[in-house]
């Protein structure tokens, strides 16, 4: 799948997939009867995952379009997604 993504999502794509994991093991937590206290705090997780995954595609979506934008340098636009992503 990554090979037919853009470049720039190819990130996102990660991060959902992770995501994705993270759920197939709250699900097998769930079927393991682990504890609720547990099994909320990695949803919690798996929710606070694509949080971020969806601020990355903004980030992306932002560095696409200022992308040949002079008056941003790639430092610049990188530390703006930093800051995007920690807000996650």
């Known amino acids: 799948m990554n090979s037919e993504l853009p470049s ?8 959902i997939k992770r995501a994705q994991g993270q759920l197939a093991g709250v699900l097998r937590m769930l079927e393991d009867g682990r504890d609720s206290d547990e099994l909320l705090t990695q949803l919690r997780a798996v929710g606070r995952a ?19 934008d002079a008056s941003l340098s790639a430092d610049e636009l990188a530390a703006f997604e930093k800051l995007l992503l920690s807000v996650a």
């Not at 720039?8 to 991060?15: G, K, Y």
């Not at 995954?53 to 992308?67: H, I, W, Y």
């Open 8 to 15: 720039d999502l190819v990130p996102v794509a990660n991060r």
């Open 50 to 68: 694509l949080d971020r995954a969806g601020l990355a595609l903004v980030a992306a979506q932002l560095r696409t379009k200022l992308g040949d």
